[in-house]
Protein backbone atom coordinates (compact mmCIF):
# COMPACT_ATOMS: atom_id res chain seq x y z
CA UNK A 1 0.00 0.00 0.00
CA UNK A 2 1.16 3.61 -0.89
CA UNK A 3 1.27 4.43 3.05
CA UNK A 4 5.09 5.26 3.69
CA UNK A 5 5.48 8.70 3.56
CA UNK A 6 8.78 10.01 1.58
CA UNK A 7 10.70 13.05 2.51
CA UNK A 8 9.98 15.70 0.30
CA UNK A 9 13.15 16.10 -2.22
CA UNK A 10 14.11 18.80 -3.87
CA UNK A 11 15.93 17.05 -6.51
CA UNK A 12 12.72 15.68 -7.91
CA UNK A 13 10.36 16.67 -10.90
CA UNK A 14 7.63 14.65 -9.34
CA UNK A 15 6.87 16.79 -6.24
CA UNK A 16 3.03 15.15 -5.75
CA UNK A 17 5.13 12.17 -4.66
CA UNK A 18 4.71 12.42 -1.27
CA UNK A 19 4.30 8.35 -0.22
CA UNK A 20 4.86 5.34 -1.40
CA UNK A 21 4.53 1.18 -1.32
CA UNK A 22 7.63 -0.62 -0.06
CA UNK A 23 7.20 -2.57 -3.47
CA UNK A 24 10.11 -1.91 -5.82
CA UNK A 25 9.54 0.41 -8.73
CA UNK A 26 10.52 3.68 -10.44
CA UNK A 27 11.55 4.81 -6.93
CA UNK A 28 14.59 2.30 -6.77
CA UNK A 29 15.51 -1.25 -5.71
CA UNK A 30 15.66 -0.39 -1.89
CA UNK A 31 14.42 2.04 0.98
CA UNK A 32 16.32 3.35 3.69
CA UNK A 33 15.40 5.34 6.95
CA UNK A 34 17.24 7.30 9.20
CA UNK A 35 17.53 6.56 13.27
CA UNK A 36 17.48 10.01 15.33
CA UNK A 37 16.98 8.25 18.55
CA UNK A 38 20.22 9.91 19.83
CA UNK A 39 20.58 13.53 18.26
CA UNK A 40 18.58 16.14 16.01
CA UNK A 41 17.17 15.63 12.79
CA UNK A 42 18.44 16.47 9.55
CA UNK A 43 16.95 18.99 7.15
CA UNK A 44 14.46 17.18 4.48
CA UNK A 45 16.85 19.07 1.75
CA UNK A 46 19.75 16.10 2.32
CA UNK A 47 17.64 13.08 1.71
CA UNK A 48 17.10 12.12 -1.75
CA UNK A 49 13.84 9.98 -3.60
CA UNK A 50 14.25 6.25 -1.48
CA UNK A 51 14.43 7.94 2.16
CA UNK A 52 11.39 7.32 4.19
CA UNK A 53 10.39 9.69 7.24
CA UNK A 54 8.72 8.02 10.72
CA UNK A 55 6.97 10.18 13.67
CA UNK A 56 7.92 7.53 16.73
CA UNK A 57 10.00 4.87 17.54
CA UNK A 58 7.35 2.39 17.09
CA UNK A 59 7.53 3.76 13.16
CA UNK A 60 10.81 3.08 12.74
CA UNK A 61 10.91 -0.51 14.04
CA UNK A 62 7.70 -1.24 12.08
CA UNK A 63 10.23 0.35 8.78
CA UNK A 64 12.58 -2.22 10.29
CA UNK A 65 10.51 -5.39 10.35
CA UNK A 66 9.09 -4.66 6.98
CA UNK A 67 12.55 -4.73 5.52
CA UNK A 68 13.79 -1.29 5.43
CA UNK A 69 17.84 -0.53 6.21
CA UNK A 70 17.54 1.54 9.04
CA UNK A 71 20.97 3.38 8.96
CA UNK A 72 22.89 5.52 11.34
CA UNK A 73 23.39 9.43 10.94
CA UNK A 74 26.91 9.11 9.92
CA UNK A 75 26.44 6.88 7.24
CA UNK A 76 24.44 8.99 5.92
CA UNK A 77 26.63 11.89 5.83
CA UNK A 78 29.00 9.69 4.35
CA UNK A 79 27.16 7.26 1.99
CA UNK A 80 24.18 9.59 1.06
CA UNK A 81 25.57 13.06 0.97
CA UNK A 82 29.12 13.74 1.30
CA UNK A 83 30.28 11.05 -1.01
CA UNK A 84 28.50 12.13 -3.54
CA UNK A 85 29.89 15.52 -4.50
CA UNK A 86 28.07 16.27 -7.38
CA UNK A 87 24.95 15.81 -4.78
CA UNK A 88 26.68 17.88 -2.73
CA UNK A 89 27.13 20.77 -5.73
CA UNK A 90 23.64 20.38 -6.59
CA UNK A 91 22.49 21.16 -3.34
CA UNK A 92 24.16 23.64 -2.73
CA UNK A 93 23.15 25.39 -6.24
CA UNK A 94 19.38 24.79 -5.33
CA UNK A 95 19.56 26.55 -1.96
CA UNK A 96 23.30 27.09 -0.36
CA UNK A 97 21.88 28.73 2.84
CA UNK A 98 20.23 25.52 4.22
CA UNK A 99 22.88 23.71 3.10
CA UNK A 100 25.97 25.47 4.98
CA UNK A 101 23.04 25.18 7.95
CA UNK A 102 22.53 21.29 7.26
CA UNK A 103 26.45 21.34 7.26
CA UNK A 104 27.20 23.26 10.38
CA UNK A 105 24.46 21.10 12.10
CA UNK A 106 26.79 18.42 11.33
CA UNK A 107 29.70 20.09 12.69
CA UNK A 108 28.06 20.82 15.82
CA UNK A 109 26.95 16.86 16.33
CA UNK A 110 30.69 15.88 15.25
CA UNK A 111 31.44 14.23 19.09
CA UNK A 112 28.31 12.04 19.19
CA UNK A 113 28.73 11.51 15.04
CA UNK A 114 32.48 9.80 16.31
CA UNK A 115 31.59 7.75 18.57
CA UNK A 116 28.73 6.27 16.59
CA UNK A 117 31.65 5.76 13.80
CA UNK A 118 35.27 6.31 15.20
CA UNK A 119 36.53 7.17 11.54
CA UNK A 120 34.10 9.67 11.11
CA UNK A 121 36.46 12.74 10.86
CA UNK A 122 38.88 10.91 9.20
CA UNK A 123 36.53 10.24 6.31
CA UNK A 124 34.60 13.85 6.83
CA UNK A 125 37.89 15.53 5.97
CA UNK A 126 38.61 13.54 2.18
CA UNK A 127 35.04 15.43 1.01
CA UNK A 128 34.49 18.78 0.19
CA UNK A 129 31.71 20.50 2.22
CA UNK A 130 32.49 24.74 3.68
CA UNK A 131 31.72 27.40 1.53
CA UNK A 132 34.34 30.01 1.81
CA UNK A 133 34.33 33.91 2.50
CA UNK A 134 30.94 35.20 1.94
CA UNK A 135 29.26 32.00 1.91
CA UNK A 136 25.79 30.94 -0.15
CA UNK A 137 24.30 34.18 0.96
CA UNK A 138 26.82 36.57 -0.73
CA UNK A 139 27.19 34.48 -4.00
CA UNK A 140 25.52 36.19 -6.88
CA UNK A 141 24.84 33.26 -8.23
CA UNK A 142 24.17 30.19 -6.46
CA UNK A 143 26.16 27.96 -8.72
CA UNK A 144 29.45 29.59 -8.37
CA UNK A 145 29.60 28.39 -4.86
CA UNK A 146 33.15 27.20 -3.94
CA UNK A 147 33.41 24.48 -1.88
CA UNK A 148 36.87 23.52 -0.07
CA UNK A 149 37.25 20.72 2.56
CA UNK A 150 38.54 21.70 5.95
CA UNK A 151 42.32 21.25 5.20
CA UNK A 152 42.19 23.20 2.46
CA UNK A 153 41.27 26.53 4.08
CA UNK A 154 43.04 29.07 6.57
CA UNK A 155 41.93 29.84 10.13
CA UNK A 156 40.41 33.18 10.63
CA UNK A 157 41.74 33.36 14.39
CA UNK A 158 44.90 33.95 12.90
CA UNK A 159 45.04 38.06 12.28
CA UNK A 160 48.60 37.59 10.20
CA UNK A 161 46.24 35.52 7.81
CA UNK A 162 43.75 37.78 7.72
CA UNK A 163 45.34 40.26 6.81
CA UNK A 164 47.49 38.44 3.98
CA UNK A 165 44.60 36.38 1.98
CA UNK A 166 41.62 37.47 0.64
CA UNK A 167 37.98 36.10 2.21
CA UNK A 168 38.41 33.28 0.07
CA UNK A 169 40.61 30.95 1.65
CA UNK A 170 38.76 31.22 5.11
CA UNK A 171 35.76 29.34 5.96
CA UNK A 172 32.12 31.26 5.12
CA UNK A 173 31.09 33.65 8.28
CA UNK A 174 28.05 30.72 9.09
CA UNK A 175 31.04 28.58 9.83
CA UNK A 176 33.12 30.92 11.81
CA UNK A 177 31.91 30.43 14.90
CA UNK A 178 34.40 29.41 18.01
CA UNK A 179 33.13 26.17 18.37
CA UNK A 180 32.80 25.62 15.40
CA UNK A 181 36.80 26.75 14.52
CA UNK A 182 37.87 24.41 16.67
CA UNK A 183 36.34 21.90 15.24
CA UNK A 184 37.68 22.78 12.04
CA UNK A 185 41.09 22.85 13.36
CA UNK A 186 40.92 19.48 14.77
CA UNK A 187 39.91 18.54 10.86
CA UNK A 188 42.94 19.96 9.36
CA UNK A 189 42.05 23.93 8.64
CA UNK A 190 45.68 25.48 8.83
CA UNK A 191 46.77 27.96 11.34
CA UNK A 192 50.10 29.19 8.90
CA UNK A 193 50.10 29.17 5.26
CA UNK A 194 51.81 26.02 3.74
CA UNK A 195 53.76 26.72 0.17
CA UNK A 196 50.91 26.38 -1.66
CA UNK A 197 49.55 29.14 -0.04
CA UNK A 198 52.50 31.17 0.07
CA UNK A 199 52.48 31.02 -3.81
CA UNK A 200 49.01 31.85 -4.66
CA UNK A 201 49.49 35.01 -1.57
CA UNK A 202 52.15 36.32 -3.68
CA UNK A 203 50.17 36.10 -7.12
CA UNK A 204 47.50 37.99 -5.44
CA UNK A 205 49.67 40.74 -4.36
CA UNK A 206 51.31 40.62 -8.12
CA UNK A 207 48.23 41.04 -9.67
CA UNK A 208 46.81 43.67 -7.57
CA UNK A 209 46.71 47.43 -9.44
CA UNK A 210 49.16 50.42 -9.00
CA UNK A 211 47.54 53.85 -9.49
CA UNK A 212 49.89 56.97 -10.51
CA UNK A 213 50.96 58.70 -7.41
CA UNK A 214 51.97 55.98 -5.72
CA UNK A 215 53.33 55.80 -2.25
CA UNK A 216 56.40 57.72 -1.05
CA UNK A 217 59.14 56.06 1.08
CA UNK A 218 57.93 56.91 4.26
CA UNK A 219 54.41 56.07 3.09
CA UNK A 220 55.40 52.22 3.10
CA UNK A 221 55.19 52.14 6.88
CA UNK A 222 51.77 53.72 7.74
CA UNK A 223 48.69 51.70 8.26
CA UNK A 224 45.40 52.10 7.00
CA UNK A 225 43.41 53.92 9.81
CA UNK A 226 40.34 53.00 11.39
CA UNK A 227 37.19 54.91 10.30
CA UNK A 228 39.55 56.55 7.32
CA UNK A 229 37.48 59.07 5.56
CA UNK A 230 39.31 57.74 2.18
CA UNK A 231 39.54 54.68 0.84
CA UNK A 232 42.83 53.91 0.72
CA UNK A 233 44.12 53.66 -2.99
CA UNK A 234 45.15 50.27 -4.81
CA UNK A 235 48.95 51.11 -4.79
CA UNK A 236 49.07 52.13 -0.99
CA UNK A 237 46.81 48.65 -0.43
CA UNK A 238 49.08 46.44 -2.96
CA UNK A 239 52.37 47.86 -0.38
CA UNK A 240 50.66 47.06 2.98
CA UNK A 241 49.73 43.93 1.72
CA UNK A 242 52.91 42.89 0.45
CA UNK A 243 54.75 44.10 3.51
CA UNK A 244 52.61 42.00 5.84
CA UNK A 245 53.77 39.46 3.21
CA UNK A 246 57.20 39.60 3.75
CA UNK A 247 56.90 40.23 7.44
CA UNK A 248 55.14 37.02 7.40
CA UNK A 249 58.40 35.06 5.30
CA UNK A 250 60.96 37.01 7.85
CA UNK A 251 58.72 34.86 10.46
CA UNK A 252 57.92 31.99 9.47
CA UNK A 253 60.63 31.16 6.46
CA UNK A 254 62.40 28.29 8.34
CA UNK A 255 59.50 25.94 8.55
CA UNK A 256 58.93 26.64 5.18
CA UNK A 257 62.10 25.63 4.02
CA UNK A 258 62.35 22.95 6.98
CA UNK A 259 58.56 21.42 5.93
CA UNK A 260 60.49 17.94 5.08
CA UNK A 261 62.13 17.53 7.80
CA UNK A 262 61.28 15.16 10.46
CA UNK A 263 61.77 16.62 14.16
CA UNK A 264 60.25 20.04 12.45
CA UNK A 265 57.53 17.74 11.05
CA UNK A 266 56.17 16.06 14.27
CA UNK A 267 56.35 19.65 15.44
CA UNK A 268 54.30 20.94 13.10
CA UNK A 269 50.45 19.42 13.96
CA UNK A 270 48.00 20.75 15.70
CA UNK A 271 46.21 18.56 18.30
CA UNK A 272 49.07 15.91 17.86
CA UNK A 273 48.42 12.61 16.59
CA UNK A 274 45.12 13.14 15.66
CA UNK A 275 45.48 15.55 13.05
CA UNK A 276 49.18 13.23 12.01
CA UNK A 277 46.60 10.41 11.32
CA UNK A 278 43.99 12.67 9.29
CA UNK A 279 47.12 14.25 7.46
CA UNK A 280 48.84 10.76 7.05
CA UNK A 281 45.38 9.61 5.29
CA UNK A 282 45.04 12.40 2.88
CA UNK A 283 48.16 11.19 1.47
CA UNK A 284 48.79 8.00 -1.14
CA UNK A 285 51.31 6.24 1.25
CA UNK A 286 51.72 5.79 4.63
CA UNK A 287 55.25 7.99 3.93
CA UNK A 288 54.03 11.53 3.54
CA UNK A 289 55.38 12.75 0.42
CA UNK A 290 58.28 15.22 0.41
CA UNK A 291 57.12 19.01 -0.59
CA UNK A 292 59.57 19.97 -3.45
CA UNK A 293 60.76 23.25 -1.34
CA UNK A 294 63.33 24.00 -4.28
CA UNK A 295 60.86 23.91 -6.66
CA UNK A 296 58.56 26.26 -4.61
CA UNK A 297 61.34 28.97 -4.40
CA UNK A 298 61.69 28.95 -7.83
CA UNK A 299 58.01 29.82 -8.06
CA UNK A 300 58.20 32.59 -5.79
CA UNK A 301 61.22 33.99 -7.12
CA UNK A 302 59.30 34.70 -10.56
CA UNK A 303 56.45 36.35 -8.84
CA UNK A 304 56.50 40.58 -8.31
CA UNK A 305 56.05 40.34 -4.80
CA UNK A 306 58.26 42.27 -2.58
CA UNK A 307 57.38 45.95 -1.30
CA UNK A 308 59.55 48.74 -2.73
CA UNK A 309 58.47 52.49 -3.16
CA UNK A 310 57.97 54.54 -5.19
CA UNK A 311 60.44 57.69 -4.58
CA UNK A 312 63.89 57.64 -3.04
CA UNK A 313 64.11 58.31 0.69
CA UNK A 314 67.03 60.99 0.04
CA UNK A 315 67.07 64.47 -2.23
CA UNK A 316 69.99 63.10 -4.04
CA UNK A 317 69.45 59.45 -4.04
CA UNK A 318 68.83 58.11 -7.77
CA UNK A 319 66.06 56.07 -8.37
CA UNK A 320 65.20 53.15 -11.00
CA UNK A 321 62.91 54.71 -13.85
CA UNK A 322 60.11 52.07 -13.70
CA UNK A 323 59.37 52.19 -10.08
CA UNK A 324 56.42 54.35 -10.23
CA UNK A 325 55.05 51.62 -12.47
CA UNK A 326 55.02 48.74 -9.68
CA UNK A 327 54.89 48.97 -5.84
CA UNK A 328 56.49 45.09 -6.25
CA UNK A 329 59.19 43.78 -7.64
CA UNK A 330 60.95 40.32 -7.94
CA UNK A 331 63.34 39.20 -5.49
CA UNK A 332 66.29 39.08 -7.29
CA UNK A 333 65.60 42.69 -8.39
CA UNK A 334 65.59 43.96 -4.87
CA UNK A 335 68.66 45.02 -2.12
CA UNK A 336 68.00 45.85 1.48
CA UNK A 337 67.89 49.55 2.64
CA UNK A 338 71.12 49.34 3.77
CA UNK A 339 72.68 49.01 0.77
CA UNK A 340 70.34 52.17 -1.03
CA UNK A 341 73.03 54.55 -1.49
CA UNK A 342 75.53 52.06 -2.97
CA UNK A 343 72.57 50.50 -5.90
CA UNK A 344 69.66 52.29 -5.73
CA UNK A 345 69.99 53.53 -9.27
CA UNK A 346 69.43 50.21 -9.95
CA UNK A 347 68.00 48.03 -7.48
CA UNK A 348 64.65 48.41 -6.16
CA UNK A 349 65.11 49.37 -2.50
CA UNK A 350 63.45 47.22 0.66
CA UNK A 351 62.85 49.83 3.38
CA UNK A 352 61.21 46.52 5.84
CA UNK A 353 63.08 45.06 8.16
CA UNK A 354 64.36 41.86 6.89
CA UNK A 355 66.27 39.75 9.88
CA UNK A 356 66.27 36.35 8.91
CA UNK A 357 69.41 35.48 7.08
CA UNK A 358 67.67 32.38 4.94
CA UNK A 359 65.36 34.32 3.49
CA UNK A 360 67.85 37.58 2.63
CA UNK A 361 69.94 34.63 1.31
CA UNK A 362 68.06 31.70 0.06
CA UNK A 363 64.93 33.97 -1.57
CA UNK A 364 66.02 37.32 -1.77
CA UNK A 365 69.30 36.57 -2.88
CA UNK A 366 70.85 39.03 -1.25
CA UNK A 367 74.09 37.03 -0.41
CA UNK A 368 75.44 38.10 -3.38
CA UNK A 369 77.89 41.14 -3.27
CA UNK A 370 76.77 44.36 -5.35
CA UNK A 371 78.41 43.98 -8.93
CA UNK A 372 80.97 47.37 -10.09
CA UNK A 373 79.17 47.47 -13.20
CA UNK A 374 76.25 48.86 -10.24
CA UNK A 375 78.49 50.52 -8.47
CA UNK A 376 79.47 52.66 -11.77
CA UNK A 377 76.36 53.31 -12.33
CA UNK A 378 74.93 54.27 -8.77
CA UNK A 379 78.02 57.04 -9.15
CA UNK A 380 76.78 57.90 -12.67
CA UNK A 381 73.12 58.33 -11.19
CA UNK A 382 74.34 60.28 -7.92
CA UNK A 383 76.16 62.52 -10.53
CA UNK A 384 73.27 63.01 -12.07
CA UNK A 385 71.13 63.84 -9.40
CA UNK A 386 73.36 66.23 -8.15
CA UNK A 387 73.88 68.00 -10.92
CA UNK A 388 70.18 67.91 -11.40
CA UNK A 389 69.74 69.63 -7.42
CA UNK A 390 72.49 72.03 -8.24
CA UNK A 391 70.51 73.25 -11.42
CA UNK A 392 67.08 73.48 -9.41
CA UNK A 393 68.96 75.30 -6.43
CA UNK A 394 70.22 78.04 -9.07
CA UNK A 395 67.25 78.79 -10.12
CA UNK A 396 65.31 79.16 -7.33
CA UNK A 397 68.68 81.42 -6.23
CA UNK A 398 68.18 83.84 -9.34
CA UNK A 399 64.12 83.70 -8.65
CA UNK A 400 64.28 84.63 -5.25
CA UNK A 401 65.38 87.55 -3.62
CA UNK A 402 66.85 85.04 -0.62
CA UNK A 403 68.96 82.24 -1.53
CA UNK A 404 69.56 80.72 2.05
CA UNK A 405 67.01 77.83 2.70
CA UNK A 406 68.50 76.71 -0.68
CA UNK A 407 72.09 76.85 0.11
CA UNK A 408 71.90 75.24 3.35
CA UNK A 409 69.62 72.03 1.17
CA UNK A 410 72.63 71.82 -1.40
CA UNK A 411 75.07 71.67 0.92
CA UNK A 412 73.15 68.44 3.16
CA UNK A 413 73.47 67.41 -0.29
CA UNK A 414 77.08 67.91 -0.24
CA UNK A 415 77.83 67.07 3.03
CA UNK A 416 75.81 63.76 2.13
CA UNK A 417 77.78 62.31 -0.82
CA UNK A 418 81.39 63.22 0.86
CA UNK A 419 80.29 61.06 3.70
CA UNK A 420 78.99 58.56 1.07
CA UNK A 421 82.46 58.87 -1.65
CA UNK A 422 84.51 56.52 -0.17
CA UNK A 423 82.46 53.71 0.37
CA UNK A 424 81.71 53.65 -3.64
CA UNK A 425 85.48 54.14 -4.32
CA UNK A 426 86.45 51.65 -2.11
CA UNK A 427 84.95 49.29 -3.28
CA UNK A 428 85.30 49.94 -6.78
CA UNK A 429 89.32 50.10 -6.22
CA UNK A 430 89.07 46.80 -4.89
CA UNK A 431 87.02 45.45 -8.06
CA UNK A 432 90.39 46.66 -10.08
CA UNK A 433 92.83 44.73 -7.67
CA UNK A 434 91.05 41.40 -7.75
CA UNK A 435 91.70 39.61 -10.83
CA UNK A 436 88.60 37.74 -11.09
CA UNK A 437 86.55 41.36 -11.91
CA UNK A 438 88.70 42.31 -14.75
CA UNK A 439 85.51 42.03 -17.02
CA UNK A 440 83.31 43.48 -14.97
CA UNK A 441 85.80 46.29 -14.45
CA UNK A 442 85.85 46.42 -18.13
CA UNK A 443 82.23 47.30 -18.51
CA UNK A 444 82.05 49.52 -15.20
CA UNK A 445 84.90 51.86 -16.85
CA UNK A 446 82.50 52.30 -19.94
CA UNK A 447 79.65 52.91 -17.50
CA UNK A 448 81.63 56.20 -16.44
CA UNK A 449 83.45 56.97 -19.54
CA UNK A 450 83.16 60.81 -20.17
CA UNK A 451 81.15 60.90 -17.16
CA UNK A 452 81.24 63.53 -14.03
CA UNK A 453 82.10 61.05 -11.42
CA UNK A 454 85.43 62.20 -9.35
CA UNK A 455 83.77 64.22 -6.51
CA UNK A 456 86.13 67.15 -5.93
CA UNK A 457 84.19 68.54 -2.45
CA UNK A 458 81.81 70.03 -4.03
CA UNK A 459 81.20 68.90 -7.30
CA UNK A 460 81.43 65.61 -9.81
CA UNK A 461 83.98 66.44 -12.73
CA UNK A 462 85.59 63.66 -15.06
CA UNK A 463 88.41 62.34 -14.70
CA UNK A 464 90.09 64.37 -17.25
CA UNK A 465 89.69 67.45 -15.05
CA UNK A 466 92.11 65.98 -12.63
CA UNK A 467 95.46 65.53 -11.48
CA UNK A 468 96.76 64.14 -8.53
CA UNK A 469 99.01 67.54 -8.32
CA UNK A 470 98.30 70.98 -9.87
CA UNK A 471 101.16 73.69 -9.99
CA UNK A 472 98.29 76.00 -10.31
CA UNK A 473 94.86 76.22 -8.63
CA UNK A 474 92.24 76.53 -11.68
CA UNK A 475 89.17 75.46 -10.84
CA UNK A 476 86.40 75.79 -11.36
CA UNK A 477 88.05 74.12 -15.19
CA UNK A 478 90.80 71.68 -13.44
CA UNK A 479 91.15 70.30 -9.76
CA UNK A 480 93.36 68.43 -8.01
CA UNK A 481 92.52 65.54 -6.22
CA UNK A 482 91.42 65.75 -2.56
CA UNK A 483 94.16 63.80 -0.42
CA UNK A 484 91.95 61.32 0.52
CA UNK A 485 90.68 60.24 -2.80
CA UNK A 486 94.45 59.85 -3.83
CA UNK A 487 94.49 56.25 -1.79
CA UNK A 488 92.31 55.00 -4.61
CA UNK A 489 95.58 54.45 -6.87
CA UNK A 490 94.18 51.38 -8.72
CA UNK A 491 91.33 52.81 -9.36
CA UNK A 492 92.45 56.36 -10.50
CA UNK A 493 95.00 53.94 -12.63
CA UNK A 494 92.09 52.54 -14.40
CA UNK A 495 90.72 55.67 -15.81
CA UNK A 496 94.32 56.87 -16.21
CA UNK A 497 93.84 60.07 -14.08
CA UNK A 498 97.32 62.41 -14.54
CA UNK A 499 99.64 62.64 -12.02
CA UNK A 500 100.29 66.31 -13.09
CA UNK A 501 98.56 68.55 -15.35
CA UNK A 502 100.23 69.02 -18.82
CA UNK A 503 100.71 72.16 -20.64
CA UNK A 504 97.51 71.04 -23.26
CA UNK A 505 95.46 71.22 -20.69
CA UNK A 506 96.07 74.61 -19.49
CA UNK A 507 95.98 76.05 -22.58
CA UNK A 508 92.22 74.23 -23.40
CA UNK A 509 91.31 76.18 -20.08
CA UNK A 510 92.14 79.86 -21.60
CA UNK A 511 89.98 78.55 -24.75
CA UNK A 512 86.97 77.57 -22.15
CA UNK A 513 87.51 80.81 -20.13
CA UNK A 514 87.63 82.68 -23.64
CA UNK A 515 84.22 80.64 -24.57
CA UNK A 516 82.66 81.59 -21.41
CA UNK A 517 83.21 85.38 -22.10
CA UNK A 518 81.52 85.36 -25.25
CA UNK A 519 84.78 85.89 -27.53
CA UNK A 520 84.04 82.41 -29.31
CA UNK A 521 80.81 84.38 -30.97
CA UNK A 522 82.18 83.18 -34.21
CA UNK A 523 82.53 79.23 -33.61
CA UNK A 524 79.45 79.18 -30.86
CA UNK A 525 77.94 80.27 -34.56
CA UNK A 526 79.18 77.86 -36.72
CA UNK A 527 78.68 75.45 -34.43
CA UNK A 528 74.64 76.50 -33.81
CA UNK A 529 74.95 77.11 -30.66
CA UNK A 530 73.68 79.66 -28.55
CA UNK A 531 75.28 82.99 -28.33
CA UNK A 532 77.00 83.66 -24.96
CA UNK A 533 76.68 87.66 -23.68
CA UNK A 534 80.42 89.38 -24.26
CA UNK A 535 81.98 90.61 -21.17
CA UNK A 536 85.64 91.00 -19.74
CA UNK A 537 87.69 89.06 -17.32
CA UNK A 538 87.49 89.16 -13.40
CA UNK A 539 90.15 90.01 -11.31
CA UNK A 540 90.38 86.39 -10.52
CA UNK A 541 89.90 85.54 -13.80
CA UNK A 542 92.80 87.62 -15.08
CA UNK A 543 95.32 86.40 -12.35
CA UNK A 544 94.31 82.87 -13.24
CA UNK A 545 94.72 83.33 -17.13
CA UNK A 546 98.11 85.08 -16.19
CA UNK A 547 99.10 82.20 -13.93
CA UNK A 548 98.09 79.81 -17.23
CA UNK A 549 100.24 81.79 -19.80
CA UNK A 550 103.35 81.80 -17.71
CA UNK A 551 103.35 78.06 -17.38
CA UNK A 552 102.82 77.62 -20.52
CA UNK A 553 105.44 79.87 -21.61
CA UNK A 554 107.79 78.48 -19.30
CA UNK A 555 107.58 75.24 -20.72
CA UNK A 556 108.07 76.23 -24.36
CA UNK A 557 104.67 75.12 -25.01
CA UNK A 558 103.23 78.41 -26.88
CA UNK A 559 105.44 78.08 -30.18
CA UNK A 560 104.96 74.33 -30.38
CA UNK A 561 101.21 74.29 -30.06
CA UNK A 562 101.68 77.22 -32.79
CA UNK A 563 103.22 75.35 -34.97
CA UNK A 564 100.43 72.91 -34.94
CA UNK A 565 97.83 75.96 -35.69
CA UNK A 566 96.39 75.93 -31.82
CA UNK A 567 95.40 79.18 -30.69
CA UNK A 568 95.84 80.07 -27.25
CA UNK A 569 94.49 82.92 -25.55
CA UNK A 570 95.89 85.58 -23.53
CA UNK A 571 94.25 88.53 -21.89
CA UNK A 572 94.82 92.07 -22.83
CA UNK A 573 94.92 95.39 -21.03
CA UNK A 574 91.04 95.59 -21.28
CA UNK A 575 90.36 92.19 -19.85
CA UNK A 576 89.49 90.39 -22.69
CA UNK A 577 91.21 87.25 -24.09
Known sequence: LPIFHLYSSHLSNDATKEYTSLISGSIGSSFYSVDFSSRRKI????????????????????????????????????????????????????????????????LSDMSSLCEEMPDFAEKVVQYPFLTVGYGAAGATDHAEVKVLRPNELYDPREP????????????????????????????GMMQALDWEGVIACATMIELMTDEDGGDTWSDTHKERGEGAAAKPSPTSDKLMRS????????????????VNEPKKQEQAGLFGGFLRGVKNLLTD???????????YIRRLQGIRWVPTPSSAREPCMPWPDDASENSTALPHETRPVDDAWLCSAVSRIVVEPVNNHRLRKTILGWKEPITHVVLAQQLRGISASFEEARAEASLSTSSTSSSGGEDTALQSIRETITGLIPQLYSRLNTGVITSSQEDRMEEAVKVLQDVKWIWVGD?????????????????????????????????????RVKSAFEPRDYVSVLATMAQDTGQLEEQHNKQGKDKVEERTLKE????????????????????????????????DNTGKL
Open 43 to 106: DNILFGPNFLQYSTAQDLSLLKALGVEVIKPSEFYIDHVLKKTALTTKLYSINGVKMEECMLTM
Open 160 to 187: ELVALLQPTYFPAKIFQGEDTLVILSSL
Open 243 to 258: GHFLRFLDKNIDDLLD
Open 285 to 295: TEEKKKVDVDG
Open 459 to 495: AFVSADKVALTATVNATPYLYQLPQDLQVYSSLLDCF
Open 540 to 571: KEIDLACQLVTIVSTEGSITAQASKGIGIYIP
